[in-house]
């Protein structure tokens, strides 16, 4: 065991400051359980949120360090030996207290994003008929928790606060999982360009650096989206063929 300072941001949505804590860890500890310790023998006012412990849940988001992480993901040998601890909330949210942010305004977003519409069965027991590979295609994306270190990390939201324009790294993985859905048939390409604000993302791909999950966000669901409005909106040639296909009593 030794004696580690943590430097803990305590406050709520009006003001708040960095407070210091000493305790004790030992081998294999993570950065949520030296705070359980801080909590039940220096701080029982501390408000943290959790939930599973196990990576999964996405509840512990904190910025650790400056860099988004799960708590209880974040071994503290994997941290700078002799060195404080630097804990605080997530910046791209409104703060509630302490290391608890108010992220419902990302349960709004989802509900803004057309929902699933698959097509009619085109088997007689009801049923459908689809490649693996498709199927494979959108697996990557169901793995994210929901824990928002992507929208944190994301500048558009954390800097530029544009929250009002832009959905975030987590719904653009979202509706990359129905659009390349092998089943679905709604179209959100010019929600994409107009509602979602997908013209705002410049692939920096910090979003893909901090996913526990490693989805890779970036080239595996906004790059291809962003090709896709581009394809719609601003290829010449297919613009030309739109007008085309109209002048000859097409759509």
Request: proline share 5%.
């Given at each position: 065991?030794?004696?580690?300072?943590?430097?803990?941001?305590?406050?709520?949505?009006?003001?708040?400051?960095?407070?210091?804590?000493?305790?004790?860890?030992g081998?294999?500890?993570?950065?949520?359980?030296?705070?359980?310790?801080?909590?039940?023998?220096?701080?029982?006012?501390?408000?943290?949120?959790?939930?599973?412990?196990?990576?999964?849940?996405?509840?512990?988001?904190?910025?650790?360090?400056?860099?988004?992480?799960?708590?209880?993901?974040?071994?503290?040998?994997?941290?700078?030996?002799?060195?404080?601890?630097?804990?605080?909330?997530?910046?791209?949210?409104?703060?509630?207290k302490?290391?608890?942010?108010?992220?419902?305004?990302?349960?709004?977003?989802?509900?803004?994003?057309?929902?699933?519409?698959?097509?009619?069965?085109?088997?007689?027991?009801?049923?459908?008929?689809?490649?693996?590979?498709?199927?494979?295609?959108?697996?990557?994306?169901?793995?994210?928790?929901?824990?928002?270190?992507?929208?944190?990390?994301?500048?558009?939201?954390?800097?530029?606060?544009?929250?009002?324009?832009?959905?975030?790294?987590?719904?653009?993985?979202h509706?990359?999982?129905?659009?390349?859905?092998?089943?679905d048939?709604?179209?959100?390409?010019?929600?994409?360009?107009?509602?979602?604000?997908?013209?705002?993302?410049?692939?920096?791909?910090?979003?893909?650096?901090?996913?526990?999950?490693?989805?890779?966000?970036?080239?595996?669901?906004?790059i291809?989206?962003?090709?896709?409005?581009?394809?719609?909106?601003?290829?010449?040639?297919?613009?030309?063929?739109?007008?085309?296909?109209?002048?000859?009593g097409?759509?």
């Open positions: 065991m030794k004696r580690t300072t943590f430097r803990i941001w305590r406050g709520d949505g009006t003001e708040g400051r960095f407070v210091e804590y000493a305790t004790e860890v081998e294999g500890m993570v950065v949520l359980d030296a705070l359980h310790r801080i909590q039940a023998e220096q701080a029982g006012d501390l408000a943290i949120r959790w939930n599973c412990k196990a990576g999964k849940c996405g509840s512990c988001s904190a910025e650790v360090n400056g860099m988004p992480r799960l708590m209880c993901m974040t071994r503290l040998s994997e941290l700078p030996a002799g060195e404080p601890v630097t804990v605080e909330p997530m910046k791209a949210f409104p703060m509630i302490d290391l608890v942010t108010d992220v419902s305004w990302n349960y709004d977003v989802k509900k803004s994003i057309r929902p699933f519409a698959p097509r009619p069965s085109d088997r007689a027991d009801g049923g459908w008929v689809m490649l693996q590979k498709d199927v494979d295609r959108i697996q990557e994306f169901r793995r994210c928790i929901e824990c928002y270190l992507c929208q944190d990390v994301c500048h558009v939201l954390r800097d530029h606060d544009l929250h009002q324009r832009f959905i975030g790294p987590r719904f653009l993985v509706t990359a999982a129905l659009e390349m859905h092998p089943l048939t709604a179209d959100r390409t010019a929600d994409l360009k107009d509602r979602h604000g997908i013209g705002y993302c410049n692939i920096t791909k910090c979003c893909t650096n901090v996913c526990p999950e490693g989805i890779v966000i970036t080239n595996n669901a906004i291809p989206l962003k090709e896709r409005v581009t394809d719609r909106f601003y290829d010449p040639v297919a613009q030309l063929l739109r007008i085309g296909r109209r002048g000859a097409g759509r």
